[in-house]
């Protein structure tokens, strides 16, 4: 099992950036794929990132590549997604979850996070 907590969240201006942490404690982490995932009221939990292992493969929808970018630290327990000209169609709260597998489906995701606010200004 592995135990994840996010960090980051706030209010950023349309246009601004922000960074989200996923971290944990213990070894089993870095045998986890790590994605993150976001929810607002009335649509479902939408998948925006997902890296593996060691960190070299990545996997990021058209709906926000070129945006949102992920990278992992094995060595401090973290994953951190970087998500630079936000809109206010980002603002929702961020989850990031631990797979065995590389997938943007959620029931691939066998543990989560409680998530972060991310709220985008006017």
């Known amino acids: 099992q592995v135990q994840l907590v996010e960090s980051g969240g706030g209010l950023v201006q349309t246009g601004g950036s922000l960074r989200l942490s996923c971290s944990s404690s213990?070894?089993?982490?870095?045998?986890?794929?790590i994605g993150w995932f976001r929810r607002t009221p009335g649509k479902e939990r939408e998948f925006v990132a997902a890296i593996n292992r060691s960190g070299g493969g990545i996997y990021i929808p058209e709906s926000v590549r070129g945006r949102f970018s992920i990278f992992r630290d094995n060595a401090k327990n973290t994953v951190d997604l970087q998500m630079n000209s936000l809109t206010r169609d980002d603002t929702a709260v961020y989850y990031c979850?631990?797979?065995?597998?590389?997938?943007?489906?959620?029931?691939?995701?066998?543990?989560w996070g409680q998530g972060t606010q991310v709220t985008v200004s006017k």
């Open positions: 213990g070894r089993a982490f870095a045998e986890y794929i």
């Open positions: 979850a631990a797979s065995t597998v590389l997938s943007g489906t959620e029931n691939k995701y066998d543990y």
